[in-house]
């Protein structure tokens, strides 16, 4: 599996939602909603989730495991920072 494209809306509001990101996986399937988020330990990122009838949110897709999910915050958060550095 590989990620082959990442596109990054950053969010202009305060807050710790720091952007909105859409991946493309093996140029045949696409993720939306994937939001990074500055938490205490720094920026990590969210998959999409809904809300449950009991409160708690549910990851709608996901990893299944966790080096899958690493590789793929890896990218979104070097990605991320590019476009940062970019704006100077």
């Keep these: 599996m590989q990620v082959t494209d990442v596109r990054i809306r950053k969010v202009e509001k305060e807050g710790k939602m720091k952007a909105v990101v859409s991946i493309t996986i093996d140029e045949e399937f696409v993720v939306h909603d994937i939001k990074i988020i ?3 330990k720094g920026l990590f ?3 999409p989730s809904r809300r449950a009838a009991d ?3 549910r990851d709608i897709a996901h990893p299944i495991n966790s080096d899958t999910r ?3 915050q890896r990218l979104i958060l070097e990605r ?3 476009t940062i550095d970019a704006e100077g």
């Design 38 to 40: 500055e938490g205490e």
């Design 45 to 47: 990122i969210a998959m």
């Design 55 to 57: 409160g708690e949110y």
């Design 70 to 72: 690493e590789r793929i």
């Design 80 to 82: 991320y920072q590019e």
